[in-house]
C-alpha cells in the first residue's frame, strides 16, 4: 500500500474510523493517482474502488499488485457486497461536502452504516503538505513555465492580440507539459485593471502594460505565475505601482516560512498598499497541488499557520479601475527557516 | 411572472410546499432562463435568485419587471434575510440530488427550516414536456443540424481525418448556431463499431462506413441527429445490418405517440435485433432539451409512457466489436396520435 493510503489508515484510526467513503475525484487522484470516476471505499480489511465499464481498463493499467486496490465495476457489486464492506463497523466517515443529500441517504441504506461521520476535509489537509514526488513535479512544472515567459517575451509584438498570445501560451504548455493548469490571463491596457480578465481581441499596442497570469501541469501537479511588462517606457504613475506591488512580494518571500501566521502577512501587505493609497482587493496567495487553488487561503480574514513543504502562491496586485493594473505572483515552497520561490522568471521592471 | 414560474407555484400548492430551494442550474435556467451561477429561491411572497459579484449585472440584463426575480449578491444576505425568507413556512422543498449534504444541513440552519422537504425532481418532470417556445427553438437546431449534414456530406473526402471532420461540424454549429450540443462523434471503419467513440487522427479511406452522431443547441435548446454512410460500395453484411437498424429506427417512429409504453417498444426492437443474430447494447433514446441527455430514458428496462410534446431521440444502433457498427438516430416530437420526426436529413443508404 502507498505511503497516503497508510497515512489515511493511520489518521482514520485516531479518528475512530473503521471506514471510510471518498468521493472527491482529486482525493481519489492524491490517494491512489486514479483519474477516473467512481468511489473510493476504504474498509477494515481492503481498498476498494468502485467505477463503471468505461474506466475499468483504464484503472486497472495505472494500477499494480503492490498498490492492493480492489476494483469493481458498479453493476457488479451487490447488496450483499455492499453489507460486507462494513460489517461489525462502529464509525464510517464520508465527505460531507462531495456526496449529495440523495447519495448520502443511498450509502446509509446499502452500506447499512451505523453512524456516518462527516469528515470535514482531513483528506484536503493533509494536501497542503507535500512530499518529495510531489514538490518534483511541481518544480518541474515551474521550470517549463519559466521557460514559457521567455519564449513568451519573444513572442509578443505589438498589434498581436491577447488571444493569440494566450494561444501561444498554450501550445507551450501542450507540447512541453500535460497542458495548461487554468485558463491563461494576458490583460493588456486598461484590461490589466480587472484582476480575472479574459484574453480578448485587444491588440498589444506600443505604450503598453500586460500582465500574464499562467500555469502548467506536471504528473497532474500545478504551477501559477504572474508577470506584468511593458512595451516601450512606462508612465510614473506605473513605474510607482510596479515598484510598491513587486516590493510586497519580496516581502511576503521575506515572511514565508514554517510557522508564520499568514493573516499578519496579509495585514502587513495590506497597510503597506493602503499607505500608498491602495488597497489589497483579492487574497494574497493560496495553496498549489492537484488543484491550482487548493487550501490555505491566504488573506486577511483568514488565520493560517505556515508549515514546512506547504506550496504557496505570492501575488500581491493593484488595480486602478479603468487604467491599468500590476500583479506579480510566484509559487513557493516553505521551509523550516524561510521559502524558495520554484518560479523564477526576471522580476525587475521589464521593457519589452 | 413567466409560465413556467407559475406552474411551479401551483404544482408547490398542491404538494403542501409554502417554499422551494432550487439548486440544478438547468433547473433554475428553465424556469428563469437565469444561465448563471447561484440559487434560486422560491419564498410565499417573492421568487429571489441569490448570486455573487461576478453575475450580478449578467443577470439584471437577462430579467425584466415582468418577471418579478429579485436578485441578491450572496454577500449582502443577513442572517435576518435567511430567516425571513420562509417565515411562518411549515414545508420548504430542496433538490435532494443536487445539494451537498453539507449544504443540506447549512440551508437547514441558516434558513431556520422546520421540515426540509426532498423534491424528487417535480422540475425535471415538468421539463420533459415542451412547450410551443421550447419545440420551436428545438425545430430550429434540428432544421440547422440537416443543414450541416448537407454541409458535411459535400465536405468529407479520402484521406481526411475523423478530428477534421468532427473540426468542420463545430465550426458550422459556431457559426450558425449557439455551438454544438455535445462532442460530435466521428467514427470511421472499425471505430464505428464503439458507440461512444471519440474522433481520432484515423483518415477516411475508401470503402468506408461513417457514423456521425451531432447536434447543436438553439436558446439553450439541443437536438440530436446521427446518420452512417459509406464510401464507396458497403459490403453485403454492411448493407445488411443497415437495412435492420434502418427499419427499426422506422418501426419506432411507427410506434412513438401519446400513450406508447416505451419498454415495450424497447422490447420489440430488441427481439427483431436478436431475430437477426444482434444485440441492443444501448438505450433506444432518450429526452432532449435544455440537456441533451434528459428524461425519459428508453430502453427495456424502464418504464415510461410518452406524452403529448415530449421531445425524445430514436436511435437503434447494431455493433459489430472490432469490425463496424451502425446508428441512426433522429431527434422526435411526440403528439396525440403518432410523432413527427424533427431531424430530416435523408436515411436511404448513401454512398459519398
Given at each position: 500500500m502507498n505511503a497516503k493510503l497508510q497515512w489515511l489508515r493511520n489518521k482514520m484510526s485516531s479518528l475512530n474510523l473503521q471506514g471510510i467513503i471518498i468521493s472527491n475525484p482529486v482525493n481519489i487522484k492524491y490517494l491512489t493517482k486514479i483519474d477516473a470516476e467512481g468511489t473510493l471505499v476504504i474498509t477494515p480489511k481492503e481498498n476498494v474502488f468502485i467505477t463503471d465499464g468505461r474506466y475499468i481498463e483504464h484503472v486497472h493499467s495505472i494500477l499494480t499488485l503492490f498498490d492492493e486496490i480492489i476494483v469493481y465495476d458498479i453493476n457488479d457489486v451487490s447488496l450483499d457486497d455492499y453489507e460486507n464492506f462494513f460489517m461489525f463497523c462502529e464509525n464510517v466517515g464520508f465527505e460531507e461536502n462531495y456526496i449529495t443529500y440523495a447519495k448520502y441517504k443511498e450509502y446509509k441504506r446499502i452500506y447499512k452504516i451505523n453512524n456516518f461521520v462527516e469528515t470535514e476535509h482531513i483528506i484536503e489537509k493533509q494536501r497542503m503538505i507535500k512530499d518529495e514526488e510531489e514538490i518534483n513535479s511541481i518544480k518541474k512544472a515551474c521550470n517549463i513555465t519559466d521557460e514559457c515567459f521567455k519564449n513568451i517575451l519573444n513572442y509578443i509584438k505589438v498589434g498581436m492580440t491577447e488571444k493569440q498570445i494566450a494561444k501561444q501560451i498554450e501550445d507551450f504548455y501542450i507540447e512541453n507539459a500535460e497542458g495548461i493548469s487554468f485558463e491563461p490571463i494576458v490583460a493588456s491596457g486598461e484590461?490589466?485593471?480587472?484582476?480575472?480578465?479574459?484574453?480578448?481581441?485587444?491588440?498589444?499596442?506600443?505604450?503598453?502594460?500586460?500582465?500574464?497570469?499562467?500555469?502548467?501541469?506536471?504528473?497532474?501537479?500545478?504551477?501559477?505565475?504572474?508577470?506584468?511588462?511593458?512595451?516601450?517606457?512606462?508612465?510614473?504613475?506605473?513605474?510607482?505601482?510596479?515598484?510598491?506591488?513587486?516590493?510586497?512580494?519580496?516581502?511576503?518571500?521575506?515572511?514565508?516560512?514554517?510557522?508564520?501566521?499568514?493573516?499578519?502577512?496579509?495585514?502587513?501587505?495590506?497597510?503597506?498598499?493602503?499607505?500608498?493609497?491602495?488597497?489589497?482587493?483579492?487574497?494574497?496567495?493560496?495553496?498549489?497541488?492537484?488543484?491550482?487553488?487548493?487550501?490555505?487561503?491566504?488573506?486577511?480574514?483568514?488565520?493560517?499557520?505556515?508549515?514546512?513543504?506547504?506550496?504557496i502562491s505570492d501575488e500581491p496586485g493593484i488595480y486602478i479601475p479603468g487604467k491599468f493594473g500590476v500583479r506579480i505572483e510566484d509559487t513557493v515552497q516553505i521551509t523550516k527557516f524561510s521559502c524558495i520561490s520554484l518560479t523564477n522568471s526576471g522580476k525587475d521592471l521589464t521593457i519589452i
Open positions: 484590461n490589466s485593471s480587472k484582476p480575472h480578465a479574459v484574453p480578448t481581441d485587444r491588440k498589444i499596442q506600443e505604450q503598453d502594460i500586460i500582465t500574464i497570469d499562467m500555469g502548467c501541469k506536471i504528473n497532474g501537479y500545478c504551477s501559477d505565475m504572474t508577470r506584468t511588462i511593458f512595451v516601450g517606457e512606462p508612465s510614473e504613475e506605473m513605474r510607482k505601482i510596479y515598484e510598491i506591488v513587486l516590493n510586497n512580494n519580496k516581502f511576503v518571500l521575506s515572511q514565508y516560512k514554517e510557522g508564520a501566521n499568514t493573516r499578519q502577512i496579509a495585514k502587513m501587505v495590506e497597510n503597506n498598499f493602503k499607505l500608498n493609497g491602495h488597497n489589497l482587493i483579492h487574497g494574497l496567495g493560496h495553496g498549489i497541488g492537484l488543484e491550482i487553488h487548493e487550501t490555505p487561503k491566504i488573506n486577511y480574514k483568514n488565520d493560517s499557520t505556515l508549515k514546512e513543504n506547504m506550496i
